[in-house]
């Protein structure tokens, strides 16, 4: 009786330890076969089946009777934006702030389990985004109103449409009399000079800093070139090249790895001059409100372009509300809290506040990273960081 | 064919009779779907190519693989970057301020129980705070009084203001703060197991042998040591084991000086979507608590568990402290104000910044409060924080109750099938979540309650499988309290009210509870205050309508407005304190000195 008991209990044991692996696993069904994906497409009259003039009162109108839509939105400045918009159209629009990866976790979990609670999703990594959300899956479909198509450079809307820019760049305090930049190459931040005087965010925990060293990898032939500019001689690689070669000698120059882009900030306006960190230049709003004190480099350091997307989520049940939400969010009105630090597509939108003058225009080197190359170097950078830190 | 029936039929009958049997099976299913298949279905995915991850395992996505293994611990340098040297600092780390926490928790837990020192009240209510404030406080407040200007955000602490020269960069950042900050962060377990297991001791035991001739000392060593065993070792497991998984304070005091642990490992593989690691990593850390729990129940399990709850008269034993007892009074009660109220004032004061840091009086305002700031109103005026607070207490209230009650039944059929395999399986199981992160569990829920399945309909989007997670993360503290306090509550009480005809819930309800009602509130405070300030748990099943407090703080600090997140932080500590005064005035236990100093 005993023995049985024991192998009764075993017996248990061993088959909750088997349940994961029969019915439970991750990505059990693929939900989106060929067909649902074009039936919802000719529901939501969206991707080929986007009339060639939207009726904006037509939709405006059938928004009202959908049911509520969830927006995703790594940032809460959308919060306020969200309530003015249903105010003015009279619907049901909820937001929810996660950060970036777990939007892009959340999303992939919701769609290989078949649901979709949200509608419209504002996110931060473009790359990430499209590569696991719109290629591995197709979980967020691409929405740009008809009147933007027409003036949108490609760039702007492929694959998806970008809400906004920014720019990774560098913060300087300068030590100079004029109180001009205090360096004239990017590798003078690698010499003693600068030692323990850099701050940064580490990539693996931020996606424009991540940008930034795959542009320098990427272009690890300026950095060749930038450095026989400034020490006079060829380099010699330790690394697989120039710009490996310049994240290894910045690391070991005692860079200043920060937990966020504020600890960045901080360092920089608490430090003695000269001291360089590197963030996005939206920050540049609390210098001019006076909460940091220091200047943006847009002359000699190359600056990178990091562009935060706006898409639909497949199989909405409200994508009239998402089509109103996405042109509301990219209007004059509707983008209002990023116009006064980050750079609109949208041509018709103009720029507002202190920041206005800063353009992308005035960067002299602004890299733009492929989505490829991102996804390509990104891993390697991130090992190499690992190794090197 | 009739007598085995009837064979049968008794042994159902006795089986049903013994609800320490039933609800040890009971828990064991439970435990199986909610804690085994998540745990089962991270280490499957640790052997199978993430979304993402196509490229660098070279696969497709899905592919078995041994790339994460291979990655973590066969991989050379970088393996040991990854893995061996943050190994070497989490073992450094947790060890020492586990110690630490420890020392500090149970002096304090024996001077506010078996002493007559003044304050008790004060001691008891500071005892606690440390663990309900945000630890990323802690963290800032350590910066401002030993921060020097030469490493991190180089922002000159109090001490390098005093001295005129920067203070040593190891006292600013790396192993001595953040050991320091874990063991403040964390010596409440050890303070209030400590005391919960202390006034359970019987007088009369210490006394027998004071009579026959024992010194204080040999009393402590011989009687009232051994007692307590379960409840420290249980409490050096909860501490060692909270700071295994802790990302804020190691990446605060740690990051920038590049100074790395497991947790911060498994974080920036979680944070970048590199979830195949973030298990790999997860496992490495439920090896080692598990090790940890092994270690511990072979160390007391040497010894004897003593009952010390019989049907018969206990009370305490008050040492006298003479001529000590106001300064030890005075010393213990100073040295807790700063502990506690340092971090909060500096929480406070931060909230009535308009620009974060800058003490002055022009600086002040009230903006995250009643006002509005980039667009985002005062957390006392948005309705959205009002919502999320609502639902904050329903699952702080729920998720306490919840815990405390399933301790009580997982302690019962515990100490009552001691030495069984099913008590053993259950009391491990129940100590796995602890070190799972809640990021990942969080995860991994969201895939299993997205679907109906069986008799489960979608718990998705509903506060029931919020309430289920925050659960399921708490029951460590739930069947650490519930079994120590059980251990200590002897058969015969409960045997004879069976005797006299009372049911199982009755006995549960009018004897085992009020027996172990300080265990019981001390389950309730830690886990609501856990479940409380959780935000990595929560973050990926919350909804609009679900929100709650702690998750709304990301954006906050996303924005670089900490100063509101700074503001739900205080809003917090008010809630669980007064919850717990609530809580104390309607148990008649004083939670906040120590479950009574006195006799109850």
């Known amino acids: 009786m005993k023995i049985t008991r024991n192998a009764a209990f075993a017996a248990l044991v061993v088959s909750l330890l088997l349940i994961p692996a029969l019915g439970f696993s991750a990505g059990t069904a693929e939900p989106a076969a060929a067909d649902p994906l074009d039936e919802w497409m000719q529901f939501a009259e969206v991707g080929p089946y986007q009339p060639e003039v939207e009726d904006w009162d037509a939709i405006a109108a059938a928004a009202q009777e959908e049911p509520p839509l969830v927006m995703y939105s790594n940032t809460s400045r959308a919060f306020p934006v969200v309530d003015q918009f249903n105010e003015i159209y009279g619907t049901e629009v909820e937001m929810l702030n996660i950060s970036t990866s777990e939007l892009n976790e959340r999303i992939r979990r919701e769609y290989d389990a078949g649901i979709f609670p949200s509608g419209v999703v504002m996110t931060g990594n473009i790359a990430v985004m499209y590569d696991q959300l719109m290629v591995e ?162 002359d000699i350091n190359p600056a990178i372009l990091s562009a935060r997307p706006i898409a639909m989520t497949s199989y909405t049940e409200s994508p009239n509300t998402a089509k109103l939400l996405i042109r509301y969010l990219t209007s004059q009105e509707g983008g209002d809290p990023w116009w006064g630090a980050d750079f609109p597509v949208n041509p018709e939108v103009q720029s507002t506040g202190p920041m206005a003058n800063l353009t992308l225009d005035s960067f002299a080197r602004l890299w733009s990273i492929p989505i490829d190359q991102a996804l390509d170097l990104g891993d390697e950078v991130a090992d190499f960081w690992i190794l090197y830190e | 064919m009739n007598l085995s029936m009837r064979r049968v039929r008794n042994r159902l009958s006795t089986f049903a009779h013994s609800p320490q049997n039933w609800l040890a099976w009971i828990f064991l299913l439970v435990f199986g779907y909610l804690i085994i298949v998540p745990v089962g279905n991270m280490i499957w995915s640790t052997f199978h190519i993430q979304s993402g991850d196509a490229r660098r395992a070279g696969g497709a996505v899905g592919d078995f693989t041994m790339f994460y293994w291979e990655r973590v611990f066969a991989s050379g340098q970088l393996s040991a970057r990854l893995l061996y040297e943050p190994l ?147 409490a050096a497991i909860l501490t060692f084991a909270s700071g295994l998984g802790t990302f804020g304070v190691p990446a605060f005091l740690g990051l920038p000086v590049r100074y790395n642990v497991l947790a911060t490992s498994l974080y920036q593989s979680a944070a970048i979507g590199r979830y195949g690691e973030a298990f790999v990593f997860t496992m490495v850390l439920v090896t080692i608590s598990a ?275 700074d503001a739900i932080g205080v809003v917090i500590i008010v809630l669980v304190l007064g919850c717990t005064l609530i809580a104390q005035w309607l148990t008649k236990t004083n939670p906040l000195q120590g479950f009574g100093g006195g006799n109850s």
């Open chain 2, 291 to 565: 090790s940890a729990i092994i270690l511990n129940s072979k160390l007391i399990g040497k010894r004897k568990q003593f009952t010390t709850m019989e049907g018969k008269g206990s009370r305490q034993r008050v040492l006298k402290l003479g001529k000590w007892r106001k300064p030890v009074g005075f010393l213990v009660a100073g040295v807790m104000a700063i502990v506690t109220f340092m971090p909060i004032i500096f929480l406070v004061l931060q909230t009535f910044q308009f620009h974060l840091g800058q003490y002055s009086l022009d600086n002040f305002t009230l903006a995250y409060w009643i006002g509005e700031r980039d667009g985002l109103r005062g957390i006392l005026v948005d309705p959205r924080v009002r919502a999320a607070a609502v639902n904050t207490l329903w699952l702080g209230i729920s998720v306490g109750l919840g815990t405390a009650f399933v301790g009580i039944l997982i302690g019962y059929s515990v100490s009552r099938n001691r030495g069984r395999p099913i008590a053993k399986v259950v009391e491990q199981m129940s100590f796995i979540p602890y070190v799972i992160p809640g990021i990942a569990f969080g995860a991994i829920f969201l895939s299993m309650f997205a679907q109906p399945r069986g008799p489960i309909p979608v718990l998705y989007g509903t506060m029931t499988i919020i309430f289920i997670a925050c659960l399921v993360n708490r029951l460590p503290f739930a069947s650490r309290m519930g079994i120590s306090a059980m251990m200590q509550v002897g058969r015969s009480l409960e045997e004879s009210a069976e005797v006299h005809g009372a049911s199982f819930p009755r006995r549960i309800t009018r004897i085992m509870f009020p027996l172990t009602k300080r265990g019981f509130m001390g389950g309730f405070i830690l886990s609501f205050v856990s479940t409380v300030k959780d935000i990595n748990l929560v973050i990926l099943l919350v909804t609009p309508q679900t929100m709650v407090l702690a998750a709304l703080t990301f954006g906050y600090i996303e924005l670089g407005r900490r100063q509101f997140a």
């Open chain 1, 137 to 298: 899956r197709n979980a967020l479909t691409a929405y740009v109103p008809r009147e933007m198509q027409a003036v949108l450079p490609d760039r702007d809307m492929e694959p998806v449409l970008i809400h906004r820019y920014s720019a990774g760049t560098w913060y300087f305090t300068s030590d100079l009399p004029d109180g001009s930049v205090p360096y004239e190459n990017i590798w003078e931040l690698t010499t003693e000079r600068f030692r323990n005087r850099v701050a940064m965010q580490s990539p693996l925990r931020s996606g424009t800093t991540m940008d930034y060293m795959v542009g320098i990898v990427a272009n690890s032939d300026l950095m060749e070139e930038l450095y026989e500019d400034f020490f006079g001689e060829p380099i010699e690689l330790t690394t697989p090249n120039a710009g490996f070669e310049w994240i290894r000698r910045l690391l070991e120059n005692d860079l200043r790895v920060q937990a966020s882009f504020r600890d960045v900030a901080d360092a920089v306006t608490n430090s003695d001059a000269p001291f360089l960190g590197f963030g996005t230049q939206s920050v540049y709003r609390d210098v001019l409100s006076g909460q940091y004190d220091f200047e943006l480099d847009t």
């Open chain 2, 88 to 234: 070497m600092n989490t073992l450094f780390v947790s060890i020492t301020y586990t110690i630490i926490a420890m020392i500090i928790g149970l002096s304090l837990a024996w001077l506010m129980v078996k002493t007559d020192m003044p304050f008790k009240r004060f001691t008891g209510f500071c005892a606690i705070v440390p663990y309900i404030v945000p630890s990323w406080t802690l963290a800032l407040a350590w910066l401002t009084v030993f921060g020097n200007s030469q490493v991190g955000i180089g922002a000159a602490g109090v001490v390098e203001t005093l001295l005129g020269r920067p203070t040593p960069n190891w006292l600013a950042y790396g192993p001595i703060p953040i050991i320091s900050v874990l063991a403040i962060n964390f010596f409440a377990f050890a303070y209030l197991l400590g005391a919960a297991a202390l006034a359970t001791v019987d007088a009369s035991l210490e006394e027998a042998a004071l009579i026959h001739g024992a010194s204080n000392r040999k009393v402590i060593r011989k009687i009232t040591m051994p007692i307590l065993l379960p409840a420290i070792g249980s």
